[in-house]
């Protein structure tokens, strides 16, 4: 029996790194599988595919899968179901790994969504700005060079402050417009060619009335249109950088107004 023992644990030993590398693998290809749904429009089905590996990333991955789903259509009251559903698994991530930057920055992006689904007087009472923030500056402390991170606290600030104004943003968030355009810079520097973010960057920028921001937010949207999609998320970015692009070249306010409330606000 003792030998018997022996060999099994033997065999065990003998196999496991192979068991690991096969795991590995599996994986590898599940999250592959997961990408390219992704990259084809397939975004629930891309979370479903990723929610199987169980880990946190994965969980990230899915968080952002089910979001985009939401941000390519109109958030209508529909899009309330898909938004908890990310958040859920935003935080669920962290549940298994708190230091998953993907998982804060998503989780940040839900309740940002939701925020704009619920109206902001709303948001504001059910706290989720500033716990957005926090998830934010979290992500931030580990990892203070990632463009995403960056992007998405640029797009906190800069919203914070078209929703309440300069004054009552600084006041009860400590919002800014140089913050939010900060980061945003900071992220384009290190990225120069990620069309997502010239999409988010050149719209909240679009929303103010400040003439010089508009003028950077065209040459933001010009560089934003010359760039090829590489994903149907992308292609989706290019089309409405397009769009508002052309509103702010036919320098129409009322033309401009329905273009950014359009890609904005509930419908």
């Known amino acids: 029996m003792k030998c018997l023992v022996y060999i ?3 065999a065990w030993v003998q196999l496991s790194p192979v068991l690991a ?3 590995a ?3 590898s290809a599940q999250l592959g599988y997961s990408q390219r749904l992704y ?3 397939h975004y629930l089905s891309a979370a479903n595919a990723a929610r199987e590996l169980g880990t946190a990333s994965a969980h990230a991955f899915a968080a952002r899968s089910v979001l985009s ?3 390519s259509r109109d958030l209508d009251a529909s899009a309330a179901l898909f938004i908890a559903e990310g958040e859920a698994d935003a935080r669920y991530a962290l549940v298994l790994d708190p230091d998953c930057v ?3 920055v998503q989780l940040a992006v839900a309740l940002g969504l939701k925020a704009r689904l619920i109206g902001h007087v709303r948001a504001h009472f059910n706290g989720l700005a500033t716990e957005s923030k926090a998830h934010l500056d979290a992500a931030l402390a580990r990892a203070p060079d990632d463009v995403w991170v960056l992007s998405v606290l640029g797009g906190w600030h800069l919203e914070i402050v078209r929703v309440a104004g300069p004054d009552l943003a600084k006041l009860l968030y400590g919002a800014s417009q140089s913050a939010g355009i900060g980061f945003f810079e900071q992220a384009l520097a290190a990225e120069p060619d990620n069309l997502i973010i010239r999409q988010q960057y050149g719209l909240l920028l679009g929303a103010t009335s400040d003439p010089g921001f508009r003028r950077r937010a ?3 949207l ?8 590489r994903s149907h998320f992308e292609k989706d970015a290019h089309k409405r950088a397009g769009e508002l692009l052309d509103a702010l070249r036919q320098g129409d306010p009322a033309r401009l107004a329905e273009v950014v409330k359009s890609q904005i606000e509930p419908c």
């Open 21 to 23: 590398q096969s795991s």
């Open 8 to 10: 099994l644990v033997l």
């Open 69 to 71: 789903h939401v941000v």
């Open 39 to 41: 990259d084809n429009g």
């Open 218 to 220: 065209e040459e933001v």
């Open 102 to 104: 993907e998982a804060r």
């Open 25 to 27: 693998a599996d994986q």
């Open 222 to 229: 010009v560089a934003a249109t010359s760039l090829s999609p």
